[in-house]
């Protein structure tokens, strides 16, 4: 069991991330490939096997091991942008991938191929980059607004609980795989940790970010000394499986089919354009377009335009997906 020991202090600034982290879900769902597939994940997972290729190993190498992950391939920004995120993978100090590899290498749990990489030699360095960019090419991009609009509904789940009944409830019910308890000041947030046992870690006023994750299958914690806490938990499955969005794309067009996706939680207009990369008149006029077909409603909230999906817009894109 794990144990995450929370102050007042750390709930006060406590914060449910509102975008998945592009590596978290990428290291997931290398792990998810060398494990039986929960029913939502195996056509995901049939899929993506059949696509893997060679160049794709210096990646999957690391992700073998259901009880360990580096800590390195998740850097603690947690960013949603990939190209930003491989930088950051890219810049890691060599001491930190010797410390974190070549125990591995030594225990026999990772292959003496990654000997190079744990030496921080360049080319290895490029080698697992662009491993990492083609796996996410077959196991993620094709499934990212599926992910994304699963992620956004999460946080809508939870930010409705925050204002209904606080941040309490909001932990209790986070996942099943956790389990909360108050001891008066205290508070205790645990889980089972096939790799750290009867280990407790407190953020100490830091507060904890909470990362809701499609493909991760069971919480683990990243702790940045200079930073929050951050919580990872896998959202609550879906009877749906994870198919690739493409279909919906083709008939809408891309951007469109992204800005449908991104209506999931009652975003503004700006936080659509945010979110799907275009300018803000482009995001209104798709709004508009998608509205007229009924598949968004639109309202005022103050000075912002919010906009939802529909009973139509929801089965649209959740149905819209390949054979």
């Not at 997931?28 to 794709?56: I, K, N, S």
């Not at 950051?88 to 410390?99: D, I």
């Not at 225990?107 to 490029?126: I, K, N, W």
Request: proline share 8%; glycine share 8%; hydrophobic share 45%.
């Amino acid at each position: 069991m794990l144990t995450l020991q929370l102050t007042a202090t750390d709930l006060s600034r406590t914060v449910l991330r509102s975008e998945p982290a592009v590596l978290l879900e990428l290291g997931a769902a290398g792990q998810r490939l060398f494990e039986a597939a929960p029913e939502h994940l195996t056509v995901w997972r049939a899929r993506t096997r059949a696509a893997l290729r060679p160049e794709m190993r210096p990646y999957l190498d690391l992700c073998r091991l259901p009880w360990w992950f580096p800590d390195f391939l998740t850097p603690p920004s947690l960013g949603s942008d990939l190209p930003a995120a491989l930088d950051e993978v890219l810049a890691t100090p060599t001491a930190t991938l010797a410390a974190e590899l070549r125990p591995r290498i030594a225990a026999g749990d990772l292959p003496a191929r990654v000997g190079a990489l744990a030496s921080g030699e360049t080319a290895a360095r490029q080698r697992l980059s662009a491993a990492m960019r083609a796996f996410h090419q077959v196991a993620v991009a094709p499934y990212q607004d599926t992910i994304t609009a699963a992620v956004h509904g999460d946080r809508a789940v939870r930010a409705h609980t925050m204002v209904d009944a606080g941040i309490d409830r909001v932990l209790r019910d986070l996942s099943p795989y956790l389990f909360w308890k108050p001891y008066g000041e205290r508070y205790e947030l645990s889980y089972e940790c096939g790799f750290a046992n009867g280990v407790t870690l407190a953020p100490a006023g830091r507060g904890v970010t909470l990362v809701p994750s499609y493909l991760l299958p069971r919480p683990c914690v990243l702790d940045d000394p200079a930073g929050p806490m951050v919580l990872a938990y896998p959202i609550r499955p879906t009877r749906r499986a994870l198919v690739s969005s493409r279909t919906l794309a083709d008939l809408m067009g891309r951007t469109r089919a992204a800005v449908l996706g991104a209506i999931a939680d009652g975003p503004s207009t700006s936080q659509v354009a945010r979110t799907v990369g275009i300018s803000l008149a482009s995001a209104s006029q798709h709004a508009t377009i998608l509205r007229s077909a009924g598949l968004v409603t639109t309202r005022r909230a103050g000075p912002a335009v919010r906009h939802t999906l529909t009973p139509l817009g929801e089965h649209l894109l959740r149905a819209g997906r390949p054979g």
